[in-house]
């Protein structure tokens, strides 16, 4: 299976490596600047969840889980740990390919979007061009798809979006689990609020969605988180 996916993922333009264990794969991961890692959950040794865990300790690099494992639990955890997206079995080895294409486009492309632009906001710098979030001389690490939420929300200027509306922009997709949109808010507010039950800067709009606030906090009367 693996060999087959490499080599649709390498008919789409990309040259590609396999590692058979999540032991293998760390070892393999140092030797390359990577652009996505497609990511099994059910490994011998380590498994899938333990090693995205220790992959997002170090590395921001988008993550494409691919599963037999269809439980929501499944997919919220992984999501909640660092998964940019999941694709559960059975699928054709065509629609991975263009699956990890229009996720490395897209990781890509909002670094490109604003090119050199800093966005400031409480105690954070954004930096759009290379998807870097610093909090003082402090490197806040992102997984790719929460930079693109996170993105998308500060380039709203301040306008409700909606979990739709999100949903559709980060995730390239008009129909599709739109509760994944609510794991990354929570894993976004996490990493910036100061107190996540009351964020300062991803405030809730109740009936409209999510605003983003550049400011010190909501304004009285805001919805609540």
């Known amino acids: 299976m693996s060999e087959l996916m490499k080599t649709y993922i390498e008919l789409e333009g990309f040259s590609a490596t396999e590692a058979h264990s999540a032991e293998e794969a760390e070892s393999v991961l140092p030797s390359a600047d990577w652009d996505l890692v497609v990511l099994d959950l059910n490994l011998p040794g380590m498994d899938g969840f333990e090693f995205l865990q220790r992959l997002r300790k170090s590395s921001t690099v988008p993550v494409m889980i691919v ?13 909640g740990i660092g998964a940019d997206e999941y694709l559960t079995k059975p699928f054709s080895p065509r629609t991975l390919a263009a699956r ?11 670094a490109r979007r604003e090119e050199g632009k800093v966005e400031r906001f409480g105690l954070y710098e954004l930096d ?5 979030l610093m909090r003082g001389k402090d490197r806040v690490p992102l997984s790719a798809k929460e930079f693109s939420v996170l993105a998308y929300l500060v380039g709203a200027k301040g306008k409700p979006r909606s979990p739709e ?12 689990d739109v509760t994944a949109v609510g794991v990354y808010i929570q894993r976004l507010r996490r990493k910036i609020e100061e107190n996540p039950a009351a964020p300062a800067h991803i405030i809730t709009e109740r009936g409209f969605g999510y605003r983003f606030c550049a400011g010190l906090g ?8």
């Open 128 to 132: 759009l061009d290379s998807g870097v």
């Open 100 to 110: 990890a294409r229009a996720l490395i486009r897209r990781n890509k492309g909002y």
């Open 165 to 176: 509306e999100i949903f559709e922009a980060v995730w390239d997709r008009k129909y599709g």
């Open 67 to 79: 599963s037999a494992r269809d439980e929501d639990e499944d997919v919220v955890m992984a999501l």
């Open 218 to 225: 909501p304004d009285p009367g805001d919805g609540a988180p």
